[in-house]
């Protein structure tokens, strides 16, 4: 057998089933021109996915393998490839969002495809109703994942006897050949990460939500491009007493990803009411800009801009003032969120963004809405999140960022009032979801 491996977003060589085959191969990664020709040339994800594509090449050499490199589009690619060679098939896995699935059934039409579940732990149809259908509650969804749990194979995957087909390898694209430009970004280990959250694990349920208190694994961005498996972070922690509330965060991954597999449309509509809020410039770009006058959603917004993430309960306020205070339509926040996001992932952000606005699948209650000031009283009492990205508010006494009537009353050098009197924009955004 002749194979192509198209590693994507499982960038490892660890405990990669794309690496447990036999027989005569052609392992590539491809830079796809229909994805990177969007992006921002300063786009943080390019550096990080170079970086771990040369070391996923350096790996597969070390396994007497190598990796060959394109920068263009798959069908091009896939044309070429099967002009010169005669393979018998493609094997990888992938994502469950519109073009991803276009694109591979457009190959599969070229070539064999051999799926492989390597993002998720669980295959769609693994985790199902008695009557077949897909859960649409997370609760039951986890209980049933639990009871699943200590059945499932985790064991590491075994490297199978292959044989590098012979074929170019040396010849390699630059970032800015590509026309990126290369950014610096915090590039940890996975694996250190994993040893660290260890640690961690005891006060994880209780800690979590503290901006500053770096209680959370940082493993979003890995899980995101594969640098680690997700069967293995389940292996290392799945007999852990401690672990059951990180686990439950897990399952939150599997659920959006297979509540995107079962219901597509969810990418860009409402699972539930027609109401989608109303678009509104001037709002919007107070918001992209940071300049809401809202403390804790200014501080998460350049937190996401310098660096490329935002803390859990943080993007959770920033999206709800966003569908709720602001009543703009959800899919503008995602859509800035993919943008900015390094760890950004299509599933866990549309289904996260639609959990925020009351409109998905087992969403938050419409009107449950967060208020702002009394979260960042609660999660940053000492204000050090916002001012460690807000230094036009480090003089300000801690108590007054929590505090929206001094906020809208006072001028404060350099920041902006706040755009909405939060009581009055909230019962406005529950009349419209009501009507
Ligand atoms: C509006 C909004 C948008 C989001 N967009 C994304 C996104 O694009 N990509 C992304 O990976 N996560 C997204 N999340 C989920 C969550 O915020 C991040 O996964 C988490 O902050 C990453 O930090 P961590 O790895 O330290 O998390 P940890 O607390 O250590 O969690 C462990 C892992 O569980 C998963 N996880 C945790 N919380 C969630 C959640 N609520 N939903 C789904 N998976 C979760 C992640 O893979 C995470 O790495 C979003 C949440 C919100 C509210």
């Known amino acids: 057998m002749k194979r192509i491996l198209w590693f994507r977003r499982d960038l490892r060589v660890k405990d990669n089933k794309i690496l447990s085959f036999d027989g005569e191969v052609l392992p590539i990664f491809i830079f796809d021109k229909n994805i990177l020709q969007h992006l921002d040339k300063e786009d943080k994800r390019v550096s990080f996915i170079y970086f771990y594509v040369m070391k996923l090449k350096r790996d597969l050499q070390k396994l007497g393998l190598d990796l060959k490199i394109f920068y263009d589009t798959p069908q091009n690619v896939f044309e070429r490839l099967l002009q010169e060679y005669d393979f018998d098939e493609v094997i990888a896995s992938g994502d469950y969002d519109t073009y991803a699935k276009q694109r591979d059934r457009e190959i599969s039409h070229k070539l064999h495809f051999r799926y492989l579940n390597e993002t998720y732990l669980f295959k769609p149809n693994e985790v199902l109703k008695k009557d077949g259908t897909p859960y649409l509650v997370f609760t039951p969804f986890f209980k049933e994942v639990l009871k699943q749990l200590p059945l499932k194979e985790l064991s590491c995957t075994k490297i199978g006897d292959m044989k590098l087909l012979d074929a170019e390898y040396d010849k390699q694209v630059s970032l800015e050949e590509m026309g990126f430009v290369k950014k610096d970004v915090a590039i940890l280990s996975p694996y250190e990460k994993l040893e660290k959250l260890k640690q961690k694990l005891p006060l994880y349920k209780t800690e979590r939500d503290f901006m500053m208190r770096d209680a959370t694994s940082h493993l979003s961005v ?192 350099n920041y902006p009032k706040p755009m909405v009197v939060h009581k009055e924009a909230v019962k406005k955004a529950v009349e419209s979801f009501k009507n």
């Not at 807000?390 to 801690?398: F, V």
Request: net charge neutral.
């Open 222 to 413: 890995d899980l995101r491009f594969g640098t680690v498996g997700v069967r293995e972070i389940f292996r290392e922690l799945c007999n852990m007493k401690e672990s059951l509330e990180f686990i439950r965060e897990l399952v939150f991954r599997e659920f959006y990803g297979y509540l995107l597999f079962h219901f597509p449309s969810l990418e860009t509509h409402n699972f539930k009411y027609t109401f989608n809020g109303v678009y509104d410039q001037e709002k919007y770009e107070k918001f992209i800009k940071a300049k809401t006058g809202v403390p804790i959603v200014d501080a998460g917004l350049r937190e996401l801009l310098e660096t490329g993430y935002m803390h859990n309960r943080v993007r959770m306020i920033v999206a709800s003032f966003f569908t709720k205070d602001l009543l703009l339509p959800w899919q503008f926040g995602e859509a800035f969120f993919a943008k900015h996001l390094l760890d950004y992932d299509k599933a866990s952000n549309v289904l996260s963004w639609q959990w925020s606005a009351g409109t998905g699948v087992d969403p938050q209650p419409y009107f449950r809405v967060f208020n702002p000031y009394l979260q960042s009283k609660k999660f940053d009492k000492e204000g050090l999140y916002i001012k460690k990205y807000m230094p036009e508010l480090k003089e300000l006494p801690s108590k007054y960022l929590h505090d929206e009537a001094y906020l809208l009353s006072k001028d404060i050098p």
